[in-house]
């Protein structure tokens, strides 16, 4: 159990640029969960995932952003036309659809995006 | 609007000494709160849980009260040491429906302790 990884930890980009970030799950964790922190806030949900199938997105998801989880593995979170606002961390995270569990998600270490 | 608010930005204690971390919630739906711990550079790590059918909860030197009441948690952490100093996350779900596991967070509180 490698924990998660996210890839890359830090990304700066020039506005109106196009990142890409990935996300490796535990391997047995069916749930995906991308959150965004931004300084001195606590993460804020952005997108669930069961297995492949992408379940609840937020409101704070634009249509600049995208994510996917093909096959029910690593998932990508894509930010078009980036913007200044769209910095901040990315943070996903994975646990196991399990009711006998602690509801404790397991984070990555996040992918720091700085929008010059 | 925030719906978990953690209202002390920072803390400062003396290592020994209980530490002490506030949490409000206004959503009467939320029926499970976890507290997170983040140190710089790293994504939050899950500390301790507790499920609203419960009052309190302990784990080690962490303790976490339930107040459902006035909507209010706390986690007690007696002795404080220095490797205890980090931001800390209160959040809040809600089961069923289409809650999918999804958590609310606070803005978190900075935990420092002083040798």
């Known amino acids: 159990d490698t924990g998660v990884s996210q890839d890359p930890r830090h990304k700066i980009t020039k506005r109106g640029q196009n990142v890409t970030f990935r996300c490796d799950p535990i391997?047995?964790?069916?749930?995906l969960y991308w959150y965004r922190q931004t300084l001195g806030q606590g993460p804020e949900f952005l997108t669930y995932?069961?297995?492949?199938?992408?379940?609840?997105k937020s409101r704070l998801l634009s249509d600049r952003f995208s994510a996917e989880r093909p096959k029910g593995s690593f998932s990508t979170l894509e930010i078009q036309r980036t913007e200044q606002g769209d910095s901040a961390m990315y943070l996903c995270?994975?646990?196991?659809?399990?009711?006998?569990?602690?509801?404790?998600?397991?984070f990555g270490s996040g992918t720091r995006l700085t929008v010059v | 609007d925030q719906q978990v608010k953690q209202n002390s930005p920072s803390l400062s204690v003396q290592e020994g000494r209980i530490s002490i971390l506030n949490c409000d919630y206004t959503?009467?739906?939320?029926?499970?709160f976890l507290w997170y711990k983040k140190y710089p550079a790293e994504g939050p790590t899950f500390l301790i849980s507790?499920?609203?059918?419960?009052d309190k909860n302990e784990d080690g030197r962490f303790t976490v009260f339930l107040n459902k009441s006035a909507k209010h948690l706390s986690l007690h952490i007696v002795p404080s040491q220095p490797g205890d100093s980090a931001v800390y996350f209160c959040?809040?779900?809600?089961?069923?429906?289409?809650?999918?596991?999804?958590?609310?967070f606070g803005q978190g509180t900075i935990l420092t302790v002083h040798p």
């Open positions: 995270a994975s646990s196991l659809l399990n009711k006998r569990l602690n509801y404790g998600y397991t």
């Open positions: 507790i499920s609203s059918i419960k």
């Open positions: 995932f069961q297995n492949e199938a992408q379940l609840e």
């Open positions: 391997s047995e964790h069916n749930r």
């Open positions: 959503n009467s739906m939320f029926d499970y």
């Open positions: 959040a809040a779900k809600r089961s069923g429906g289409t809650s999918y596991g999804k958590l609310t």
